[in-house]
């Protein structure tokens, strides 16, 4: 009796270990996350609600394979984050305002720097970037604000949307069945006599729950990612962008209407060129063909008659 029980531990040990490598081998790569550590450093937020969209409709992309595809009732997860880069006059008074406009939203500074730069003329000036996070239904008015603070247009601004879905739905399952596992173990490892069983079960209970930690770590990325924007600022002052101005005269900007200038004057003869060579040339071409070689032809013609008529008009003068 003792036999088949030793047996049959064995065979259920191999089954839930052969289980568990399976598991993980299948499971797909998953993704670098490179904001994690700002995310983990940063101080918890309030509960905020998920950046969700409602859909009935699945929405199958490229490479899909690696993912169960999630139910068409299912809320769709998805991370959005925005990066702006605008002209201020003073970089960090702008860092300060940004900061403090993030923390009334509810969400908190990743990071924020000064530093000094040098102008063509070799002026200093000061420089400023930011990155904050703040709710995601928060974000419009976040860049809204941000945005507020500069009086002229963004020089670059772009948001981003990463629908993680089917990732997450992945996760959720393979979460489950690790844990249907590690349910599995511990009753075996409860119910196991000898010392050698024990730490057979011990050691796959332990990488049991490594992985569940990471995939809990990654789902709570998601999940963070989500509820809270990234917010990438650029702050650059004015006078890294204004002219060079000498007594109200701009010499860079005459050397830019010299330069266009010249760049529409290379414009209007390349053109002209090209409708001489594209057009008028076969049009002439045509016409000689159709009007002045005949006229060439018949005036020959005409030449050679006259001159037949001189030399027969010669011939019978002679005859005579």
Known sequence: MTHVSRFSLRNILSAIFVFTFLLTACAPAMSAYPEREALDAAPPAA????????????????????FQSPPADTERLVIKNGNLSIVVDDPSGSVDRISRMAEEMGGFVVSANLYQSELENGA???????IIRVPAERLNDALEKIKSESTQDPISENVTSQDVTSEYTDLESRLGNLEA??????RIMESAVKTEDVLNVYNQLVQTREQIEVIKGQMKYYEQSAAMSAVSVELIP???VQQLSIGGWQPVGVVKDAVQGLIDTLKVIANIFIWVLLFV???LAVLFILFVLPLILIFRALRRRRAHRKEAAVVEKTAE
């Open 47 to 66: 509960p905020v609600e998920l950046s969700v969209v409602s859909t009935y409709a699945v929405e199958e992309s490229a490479g899909s394979g690696n």
């Open 238 to 240: 004015n006078e890294a």
């Open 124 to 130: 200093p000036v000061w420089r400023g970037s930011v």
């Open 181 to 186: 596992a590690e349910e599995q173990l511990t």
């Open 281 to 283: 040339v076969p049009v």
